[in-house]
């Protein structure tokens, strides 16, 4: 069973830096697409950047150039580098994580199997 924790959340100010991290177990976890997204209060929840393997990633239009994420295969984990925060930023954000890879459906939540709990990252102006 996959279990995925994230962490690294917290309060910053407009134009900080944040990274999130979430921890895999349960997962082989190099042949796992690996996602984050985020909801805000009110809103959908959204995608904001996937990683199929080290080399391909994918990201939001409303993060490309700010946000980056990463993978360390060796140690089953997952990171968001989030820089230049805005407060639009502010929103909880969650680990998903797919068996496989489809450059298709990998925006969309319904492609993923698993879910962390999620981090809350407020963003103040």
């Known amino acids: 069973q996959v279990h995925l924790v994230e962490s690294g959340g917290g309060l910053v100010q407009a134009g900080g830096s944040l990274r999130l991290s979430c921890a895999a177990s349960?997962?082989?976890?190099?042949?796992?697409?690996m996602a984050w997204f985020r909801q805000a209060p009110g809103k959908v929840r959204e995608f904001v950047a996937a990683?199929?393997?080290?080399?391909?990633?994918f990201y939001a239009d409303s993060v490309k150039g700010r946000f980056t994420i990463s993978r360390d295969n060796a140690k089953n984990t997952l990171y968001l580098e989030m820089n230049r925060l805005k407060p639009e930023d502010t929103a909880f954000y969650y680990c998903a994580s797919r068996w496989g890879e489809n450059p298709k459906l990998l925006t969309t939540t319904q492609w993923y199997t698993s879910w962390g709990q999620g981090t809350q990252v407020t963003v103040s102006s």
């Open positions: 990683a199929y393997d080290i080399s391909n990633t």
């Open positions: 349960g997962v082989t976890f190099s042949i796992y697409t």
